[in-house]
């Protein structure tokens, strides 16, 4: 059993990639319905002033540490966390391991067209994969029980819903036990930079710990994100302090 480390009230795993692959590869195996979060500074921060996110959190699975504030405030707590374990990279760890494991995925989310795009990149880059479905992630309230029956028809094994925080994970907490699938993950932007439509920080600005930075630069709407790293770091220490 690897450690988990308590992030503002959040407890996030310090999983190295490989840990967080063989985690879900297990969750798979269990068949029971589980949710993997994909926590950045963002998302922890939010977490503070939002209690429904912030129980769908500790009740999660698994909850890897995506993004570089995340690694920075465990170690800065004190405690292990060996890397980022960024949901775009574990989605395509499992989506390579998928042909030969025989895991079905299904892509919910996005604006119309992107997640039949991210398929197509999938189906290119891992030979042999299984999408089963995909949707985009614009509805209604009254279009949702048929989005599920379309899911819980498709049967996968794997559900990527790319809602945007904290909608995807809400979404599927409501729904996990009904859609009776093995492991939810809530993915963000993943769909995006799949279909090609955002990009992905060069590799210099990843190690560089800038990829939030570039984020920002391409979207400018973006931008008032960023002033949730400050608060995120003042927050953080805060914790240190008082611990
Ligand atoms: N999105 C969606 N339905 C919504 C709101 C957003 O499908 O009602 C999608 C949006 O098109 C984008 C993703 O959710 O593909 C959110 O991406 P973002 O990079 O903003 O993710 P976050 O930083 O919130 O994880």
């Not at 699975?61 to 995340?70: M, Q, R, S, Y």
């Not at 949702?144 to 559900?159: F, N, S, T, W, Y």
Request: charged fraction near 20%; glycine fraction near 6%.
């Amino acid at each position: 059993m690897t450690e988990r480390v308590e992030i503002l009230g959040v407890h996030v795993d310090a999983v190295t990639m490989a840990q967080a692959v063989e985690r879900v590869a297990d969750l798979i195996a269990a068949g029971k319905p589980s949710m993997v979060a994909t926590a950045n500074a963002e998302m922890l921060l939010r977490a503070t002033h939002d209690d429904e996110l912030k129980s769908i959190l500790n009740a999660a699975n698994l909850v890897v540490p995506d993004g570089a504030g995340t690694v920075w405030a465990a170690r800065h707590l004190g405690c292990h966390m060996p890397e980022r374990v960024a949901g775009f990279d574990l989605v395509q760890e499992l989506m390579k391991l998928a042909p030969a494991r025989a895991w079905k995925f299904y892509l919910f989310g996005s604006s119309p067209g992107i997640a039949e795009k991210a398929k197509a990149k999938a189906e290119t880059l891992y030979p042999g994969i299984q999408i089963v479905g995909t949707r985009n992630g614009y509805f209604k309230p009254a279009d949702e029980p048929e989005i599920v029956a379309q899911i819980k028809a498709a049967r996968p094994d794997v559900l990527l819903a790319a809602l945007g925080v904290p909608k995807q994970e809400k979404w599927l907490a409501a729904h996990m036990n009904d859609l009776n699938v093995p492991v939810s993950i809530g993915v963000g932007g993943t769909f995006d930079v799949m279909a090609g439509v955002v990009k992905r920080a060069p590799l210099w600005m990843q190690r560089a710990r800038l990829e939030w930075l570039f984020r920002a630069m391409l979207q400018p709407s973006r931008a008032g994100r960023l002033l949730a790293l400050p608060k995120f770091v003042l927050k953080v220490h805060k914790q240190k302090v008082n611990s």
